[in-house]
């Protein structure tokens, strides 16, 4: 298969910084549209796997699954997409689109396993794909999404990870007015979960280890702000919420948050600890709740979020870098100085 030689920034080590890297990239196929890529946002996730720290990375790794861009050429049978037009890439650019997941547009959990962005096997030129830390993408058009210019396109950006990853669980468990939602953690995950609550209807609680966060969680649309380390702040919500979204990374006492649901609520976890949570079985017996996860969302909801978010203004809440500030920012990453995610301006890489 025909290939383009072009630029992008990655690592060909666990150890080594991110540098500028040259890869291939398919010709664009029938079915194929290829984006210039104007903004990438940065994940936790890059880091993760530029580090190897879930293990399986293959290198050289080019991180990078929150793509913004414009559409620079066409297949000959792509029918939903024009040069010209304003793009989006995810976490995933393929799946075996047979099993009954990918026929209920749940890619996210397609029984083959979907082709991830980056640090997936290629289907098409072989060895492993290559993420948005580039020049540009070429991505089969059923797994492009639709951009609205009505939004701050930089910003737009992590909503390919962070806002499907907190808008699909909302929508799957019915959050809307009348309910009272909590939010565990104000970060990249955290704080879309509480702009997406806020804008479906829903009385919004923020749970926080730090007080120097009530004033931001507030900005965000937070209708009360709880400071998580304060037995009776706690106590005065127990038994009070609907469903909570467990935006945390790291290790904390789920029973704690569990308590807090009424009868026949649900927490649902998003953020991704490394180590196993323990769960008393009578947080979850005494009040017929329930302890669930959810992973990203498929296109078609994807699509649906993005659509949302142009309707109510939603956008992240960024800092917008250079390429060459990449290996700043994920030591940044590591020590939380950020509010709330970092895009990567691409026109920077030369």
């Keep these: 298969m025909e290939t383009k030689n072009i630029k992008a920034f990655g690592t060909e080590a666990a150890e080594a910084p991110l540098k500028t890297l040259d890869i291939q990239r398919r010709a664009v196929q029938a079915h194929d549209v290829e984006i210039e890529i104007l903004y990438c946002g ?3 996730s890059d880091l993760h796997s530029a580090r190897n720290e879930w293990h399986g990375t293959m290198y050289p790794i080019v991180p990078g699954h929150e793509i913004v861009g414009r559409v620079v050429k066409i297949g000959d049978h792509v029918k939903n997409f024009k040069v010209g037009q304003l793009a989006g890439v995810g976490c995933m650019v393929d799946s075996c689109r047979e099993c009954e997941h990918c026929k209920n547009d749940l890619e996210q959990y397609c029984d083959e396993g979907n082709i991830l962005t980056f640090n997936s096997a290629d ?7 290559f993420g948005g ?8 058009e059923n ?3 639709h951009i609205s210019d009505k939004l701050d ?3 737009v950006a992590p909503l390919l990870c962070a806002g499907i990853t907190t808008y699909s669980p909302l929508k799957h468990w019915k959050v809307g007015p009348g309910q009272k939602v909590g939010i565990v953690g104000i970060g990249g995950l955290g704080h879309m979960g509480i702009k997406l609550a806020k804008a479906m209807g829903a009385h919004v609680v923020v749970f926080t280890t730090s007080v120097s966060k009530f004033d931001a969680a507030k900005s965000l649309g937070a209708d009360e702000v709880v400071l998580s380390t304060d037995p009776e702040q706690m106590a005065k919500h127990a038994k009070s919420l609907n469903f909570i979204l467990d935006c945390v990374s790291a290790e904390h006492n789920i029973d704690s948050y569990l308590n807090l649901l ?20 009578f947080s979850l017996l005494l009040g017929r709740r329930s302890f669930a996860g959810s992973a990203i969302g498929g296109i078609a909801e994807t699509q649906e979020m993005l659509d949302f978010c142009a309707e109510h203004n939603i956008t992240a809440d960024i800092e917008l870098i250079g390429i060459n500030e990449i290996n700043d920012a994920y030591e940044r990453l590591l020590k939380g100085d950020i509010k709330y995610r970092f895009v990567i ?6």
């Design 143 to 145: 797994y492009v999404l």
């Design 153 to 155: 396109l930089a910003g």
């Design 123 to 129: 289907k098409h030129l072989g060895g492993h794909t």
């Design 133 to 140: 830390y580039s020049q540009s993408i070429v991505v089969d």
């Design 262 to 281: 009424k009868v026949d609520g649900t927490l649902t976890l998003v953020g991704a600890p490394m180590e196993p949570l323990p769960v008393t079985s």
């Design 345 to 350: 301006d691409m026109a920077s890489l030369k």
């Design 42 to 44: 940065i994940c936790h």
